[in-house]
């Protein structure tokens, strides 16, 4: 039986005038019951850890920065209330760059819009039912990219586990 989206606490980034309506339709719809959407990265972060806090983060990638910046914190700071919170991009425009800009970041998967309620549905629940290792190196803390193992690969294995 799939997880009950009703029972998370999901709070979205976006800084577009207008967005927060459209969220919660798309949320309702996929069946987020507590949805929360912020414009300013400083009132998402208390939302991060404490009693009631989010259970996933949504944010609006953008070219100012926004998303980066408060992942970046999220993941690296060492007051940051919660480092392994599941967090999706959404990225209007997709381009290799932004994709690879979001991942290096650490979200835990990438949301095309035109976004329907089953996408964001699969996405929630992908990132809650099957939870990633995650990788702390010194230029990287976030989520195992690597989906699936490759029997064909051959090397180099740069990590401990892989060399078992």
């Known amino acids: 039986m799939p997880f009950d989206l ?3 606490c999901l709070v979205v980034l976006d800084a577009e005038p207008g967005a927060a309506p459209l969220w919660r339709q798309l949320g309702l719809a996929a069946g987020v019951k507590t949805l929360t959407v912020l414009a ?27 998303g980066a910046d408060l992942l970046q914190r999220l993941r690296r700071d060492a007051a940051s209330p919660n480092p392994f919170l599941p967090c999706l991009a959404v990225i209007a425009a997709l381009t290799r760059e932004r994709a690879r800009a979001a991942l290096d970041a650490g979200v835990h998967g990438i949301l095309v819009p035109p976004l329907a309620p089953q996408s964001l549905r699969r996405k929630l629940l992908e990132v809650i039912e099957t939870p990633r290792k995650f990788i702390r190196v010194a230029s990287y803390f976030g989520p195992d990219r690597r989906r699936q193992p ?8 740069r990590r401990q586990s892989d060399r078992k």
């Open 6 to 8: 009703a029972r998370i």
């Open 40 to 66: 300013e990265p400083a009132k998402v972060w208390p939302l991060l850890g404490g009693a009631g806090a989010a259970d996933a983060l949504l944010l609006r990638w953008d070219d100012a920065g926004r």
């Open 150 to 157: 490759r029997p064909d690969y051959a090397g180099p294995f």
